[in-house]
């Protein structure tokens, strides 16, 4: 096995030393003959001026990356640790160009350019392109659960309906961090306006019963940090829900009621006028 990779890095001796010698110029025009050569096949990199250079600057640094990668480098094995600083900037620029809502054309109309202005040997061109698809994919997703974690947390609608009532509502599929939020603004409206009942509706949740203990123990997590429930008692609305607020709250040990709705708790005395 050693013998095989000495033969190879002997054999990749000639193209590391022609890269070397071309990214050893300006890569200032390099970067821009990159960019020109991947425009003709990608309308989306016929860019305004500001993008323009943007990338432009990107595609520096991934040249960058890759003269100090050669030059540490026996071998053109993307899996060596002297590679490591240039797939990460090739990574880095897929998911910039991710984030300008670019299609996945332009990362590999970019990894088509690249092979060709470097003369890049087919198994790093390839190595490359992966690279950069993949990213750019990953970029994409994480763009997408980040937009609907900002929707998820801005559906948890809390309220004061009266001056010692302070109410939650829980919509669709909050994950921990949705949650989190809603209650730490839930328990906040409570403390600021002293209210001692606090009520949270989970009939609008996708699947009512797991979000109301997911709710639940997400509470008392922030309760033992610091937040008190002293004094003060939670109402929870949800339909048909009397086995799963009894071990939802035997579990967690929460001063928990049902009420068979909103209206019910706004017409409790103890709510305030």
């Known amino acids: 096995m050693e013998e095989v990779e000495r033969v190879q890095q002997l054999a990749d001796q000639p193209l590391i030393e022609a890269l070397r010698l071309i990214l050893g110029g300006d890569r200032s025009a390099l970067a821009e003959r990159w960019i020109d050569q991947a425009a003709r096949c990608c309308w989306a990199l016929r860019l305004a001026p500001a993008q323009r250079s943007q990338l432009q600057a990107r595609c520096v640094t991934v040249l960058e990356a890759l003269a100090e990668g050669l030059a540490q480098s026996s071998t053109l094995a993307t899996g060596t640790p002297s ?84 109410a939650l509502w829980l919509v669709g599929d909050p994950d921990a961090a949705a949650l989190d939020d809603a209650l730490g603004r839930w328990l906040m409206l409570a403390v600021i306006h002293d209210a001692r009942y606090l009520l949270v509706d989970v009939a609008l949740g996708e699947a009512p019963a797991p979000l109301l203990e997911l709710a639940l123990r997400r509470l008392v997590e922030l309760v033992e940090q610091g937040e008190s429930l002293a004094g003060r008692q939670i109402w929870v609305v949800m339909p048909e829900g009397d086995q799963a607020l009894a071990s939802c709250a035997a579990a967690t040990g929460l001063p928990v009621r049902a009420v068979e709705s909103v209206a019910e708790a706004l017409a409790t005395p103890a709510a305030g006028a």
Do not use: K, N
């Not at 797939?87 to 809502?101: E, Y």
């Not at 470097?118 to 659960?145: K, N």
């Open 83 to 166: 590679w490591r600083e240039s797939i990460q900037r090739l990574a880095f620029l897929a998911g910039w160009i991710a984030g300008q809502q670019w299609p996945l054309g332009a990362v590999l109309a970019l990894a088509h350019a690249l092979r060709d202005v470097l003369a890049l040997p087919a198994p790093l061109a390839d190595d490359f392109a992966l690279v950069l698809a993949e990213a750019h994919a990953s970029g994409l997703r994480d763009q997408a659960l980040a937009r609907r974690r900002a929707l998820l947390t801005r559906s948890q609608l809390v309220c004061l309906l009266r001056p010692s009532l302070a």
